[in-house]
């Protein structure tokens, strides 16, 4: 919609190493493959559940999978949106409205077998941090209707995750608009009830964009003026705000005129969680650990070995395709002299206990054999992360604060304007914790690569923590996003994309559709739709390719 994206690597092999098969196995993207991988590792009634389970599921998925997010809104013009574009999907999403929006019951729906259970829950949760029955229905079918799904692949965009938000910036420049980089911003302006404007943080002044003068006019209708606190830019229609659910309230002082139902929203999901200790009223995903490592091809034996057999599973939509299924799962029988890494694989040492128990599920990346771009000639980068099962208190000992200027902003100068104190890194107790919680990383890693920690494999080790994420990514205890559970009994549902203050809007994973990346990029389109009048968006709808 936007005329920009990055350039696709396709691939559709990934490797899983479960409590059934330690040794793991290589699974390409297709039913037929996943129904292969029941035969061997799931019960006697694995494959017979799982048909049964499409069987129920897939219908779902017809009105669903037939209503692009970037079509929807929150008010009644939907039914213009969707309806005269999408009349039979929505028909049907509005039919089965009470099934889809359900949790995920699998003991309902007559799932026996429990790798099977296990499985989904698995998928589920690196989806969108919860357990499969926590999940609503809707997103359980989609995912299952994409084992089905002819030709599929997974993507990777060349030069990493930072290409995509370069082609966004691209769009929004070529549309008239400007990106500002390094302009945190310190507060939302509220003037007469209504979100005006943000004041940026007083010590990014002197790094913004040089186009931004002294009460100028961005050639994209944004007013920048320089104020005592910081750089003012006023809004031309609205501010939206993409920080997690704490951010976005924080950025709003408490007692401002005409804010009075803002401030009765942020006392009901929030409580007194954002400025005191006390226990926030929205449940939390816990946060990540992260290893990052970088590794010379040639000081790894057999490495190059390893590496070569994925030079045919990568590539455009149709390589990709044509190599669909050449790596099933491997047998006792099987023996193999070189074992082909695949671009990523996943871990989960023990399905006893829940899903996000600390270590317990952990991916491993190595970007460089989808595209060889993202590090030097003869070096190889991968990356492993404990995906949302971190717990924060574990880290707590070391989140101190520092005192805040008039502006309300830290003096530390990489605490994320916060007030968090990063001195922590000096700290040998925090890096002895680092190193501590890291160890399931660094098995999960030992699972393809056994000589990871022998001396002089790695060049360059890097490890990440909840406060890491906190610092870098101002997330209020470097969480994950909200753990709302589909149907939970407090009735607690994720927030819309507008708030109760006029002109103030939100999107990311606080919002509207949960976490990860679908239902963030969902919310996005949503938030954007709610700055258009129905009439506007039906010419955007016209760009809709589906």
């Not at 997103?139 to 299952?144: I, L």
């Not at 990568?314 to 669909?324: I, L, M, N, S």
């Not at 989960?348 to 990346?365: H, L, N, T």
């Not at 990440?464 to 996003?481: A, E």
Request: charged share 20%.
């Amino acid at each position: 919609m936007v005329g920009e994206e990055p350039e696709w690597v396709c691939y559709n092999t990934w490797g899983a190493h479960l409590p059934e098969c330690p040794d793991g196995f290589d699974l390409s993207i297709g039913a037929d493959a996943f129904k292969e991988v029941l035969k061997t590792y799931g019960g006697p009634t694995a494959l017979s559940d799982w048909e049964q389970l499409a069987a129920a599921l897939r219908p779902l998925t017809k009105g669903v999978m037939g209503l692009p997010s970037a079509a929807v809104r929150n008010d009644p013009g939907v039914l213009l949106t969707l309806g005269l574009k999408y009349p039979l999907p929505l028909l049907r999403v509005l039919r089965d409205a009470t099934k889809i929006t359900a949790p995920f019951d699998l003991d309902k729906l007559g799932v026996k077998d429990s790798f099977l259970k296990n499985y989904l829950d698995l998928l589920a949760f690196l989806l969108q941090g919860l357990p499969a029955d926590q999940t609503l229905t809707a997103v359980v079918a989609y995912m299952v209707e994409d084992f089905y799904r002819p030709n599929a692949v997974m993507e990777y965009p060349k030069g990493g995750s930072g290409s995509l938000a370069k082609a966004l910036s691209r769009a929004i420049e070529k549309n008239g608009g400007t990106v500002h980089t390094r302009a945190p911003v310190a507060s939302v302006l509220v003037e007469e009830g209504r979100a005006t404007g943000v004041t940026l943080e007083s010590k990014s002044s002197k790094k913004a964009s040089p186009s931004s003068s002294n009460n100028s006019n961005n050639h994209d209708g944004a007013v920048i003026a320089n104020s005592n606190s910081g750089r003012i830019v006023r809004a031309r229609k609205g501010v939206v705000s993409n920080a997690d659910l704490y951010g976005t309230f924080k950025l709003v002082p408490p007692g401002l005129e005409g804010c009075s139902a803002f401030d009765a929203e942020r006392a009901q999901l929030l409580g007194g969680a954002v400025d005191s200790n006390e226990e926030e009223s929205v449940p939390l995903c816990k946060s990540f650990m992260h290893l990052h490592l970088a590794i010379k091809e040639d000081a790894y034996p057999g490495l190059r070995e390893m590496i070569a057999p994925n030079a045919a599973g990568a590539g455009t939509r149709a390589e990709a395709t044509r190599e669909k299924n050449v790596n099933s799962p491997p047998s006792s029988s099987d023996s193999v002299a070189v074992r082909p890494l695949p671009p990523q694989w996943t871990v989960v040492d023990s399905w006893e206990g829940s899903i996000d128990a600390p270590g317990k599920v952990v991916v491993v990346s190595m970007p460089t054999l989808l595209d060889a771009s993202m590090a030097p000639t003869g070096y190889h980068i991968i990356h492993a992360y404990a995906a949302g099962n971190e717990p924060f208190d574990v880290w707590e000992q070391f989140d101190t604060k520092q005192p805040k200027n008039e502006a309300g902003v830290s003096s530390n100068s990489d605490g994320g304007g916060d007030g968090n104190d990063a001195s922590y890194r000096q700290n040998p107790a925090y890096e002895a914790l680092k190193k501590e919680r890291a160890e399931p990383l660094w098995r999960a890693i030992e699972r393809r690569l056994p000589l990871i920690r022998q001396p002089g494999v790695c060049s360059v080790v890097q490890i990440g923590t909840p406060l890491t994420h906190k610092r870098f990514l101002r997330r209020y205890r470097g969480n994950y996003g909200p753990a709302i559970a589909a149907g939970n009994s407090a009735g607690l549902q994720f927030p819309g994309v507008e708030t109760p203050l006029p002109g103030y809007y939100r999107c990311g994973d606080s919002t509207t559709s949960g976490i990860g990346v679908p239902a963030v990029a969902s919310s996005g389109a949503q938030c954007a739709n709610a700055l258009l009048t129905v009439w506007e968006q039906l010419e955007m709808n016209a760009k809709i390719k589906m």
